[in-house]
């Protein structure tokens, strides 16, 4: 997740320096385990991890951060999600990993195409298809109903500094755990979605779970989410169009019961990661629901 847009992202500013620090000995460690790789660029998408591009391919190493009370960063559960859907064209095609000063690092093929920015209803078919997939060991298990929403957002708020006004705006009422769990991505936000062609895929696997698809609409639909990565929240219009291309309609009625937990966790996690202006978006699309919206 970046920081506040217009801001100076200190955070990645620093992980660039790093990048540049590290590069030199990293790849000379990949070429003594048999990867040569040529002209390696930093990618900066993102401020998690260190990322280079090399050729047709992309070496991650797992950057030493805090604990995420929202995306977890395991590099176990990436690796598995590469190599459980390999050639479905859902995820970058896994090439190899190993691990570095007491870091793990991963090397998967770069997948060539553009972020997203437009086209909701292609999203929405796109993620009906990956919540199809089967999933793997090793998933851990995502919140599911309002209970467990309230209770992540609860640990979320605990560690953030001044949180009174998001105790204040908790949404009432209960919605109950569904049985209807899959794989889901986890981070599946618009800076993940890469456009290659006519067809969409994932990236950044870290934090995949067997859970509740409705997360995954969420995070998508967020409007922090929309904002921090694409610039502007999506229209109500574009909203609809994606609701109405999701397959599965119990699970898009599902994803409107959960809306208000959803709203709240995410202002809760911008506040914990003082992206404020994104906060305040997640502010306002939650007091706009009436207090007996479901």
């Known amino acids: 997740m970046p920081g506040r847009r217009g801001d100076p992202d200190i955070g990645v500013l620093i992980l660039t320096l790093d990048t540049l620090q590290i590069q030199p000995a990293l790849f000379r460690h990949l070429a003594q385990q048999g990867w040569s790789l040529s002209e390696p660029v930093p990618l900066h998408g993102g401020r998690s991890n260190y990322v280079w591009r090399a050729g047709d391919v992309v070496v991650k190493l797992y950057r030493r951060q805090r604990a995420n009370p929202l995306f977890a960063n395991d590099p ?82 605990a560690e953030c500094a001044a949180p009174d006004d998001l105790y204040q705006v908790a949404p009432r009422g209960a919605v109950p755990p569904t049985r209807h769990l899959c794989l889901i991505h986890g981070d599946a936000v618009p800076g993940n979605l890469v456009v290659r062609e006519t067809r969409l895929a994932l990236i950044d696997w870290q934090c995949p779970q067997r859970g509740d698809p409705a997360e995954d609409l969420a995070l998508f639909l967020s409007p922090a989410m929309q904002f921090l990565y694409r610039g502007a929240v999506l229209s109500p219009d574009e909203e609809t169009e994606f609701t109405s291309a999701y397959p599965a309609r119990e699970v898009v009625a599902r994803y409107y019961a959960l809306k208000p937990w959803f709203h709240w966790r995410m202002a809760a996690y911008c506040q914990w990661r003082g992206d404020l202006e994104a906060r305040d978006l997640e502010m306002v699309a939650l007091q706009s629901m009436s207090p007996s919206s479901p």
Do not use: K, M
């Open 76 to 157: 176990v559960r990436e690796r598995a999600a590469l190599l459980a859907l390999g050639g479905s064209g859902i995820a970058p095609r896994f090439l190899g990993h190993g691990r570095w000063q007491g870091r793990d690092w991963l090397i998967y093929r770069h997948v060539l195409g553009t972020p997203w920015r437009r086209g909701a209803a292609q999203v929405a078919r796109f993620l009906g298809v990956l919540h199809q997939q089967a999933g793997f060991s090793g998933l851990p298990a995502g919140c599911n109903g309002s209970q467990d929403l309230a209770a992540q957002t609860g640990a979320i708020l």
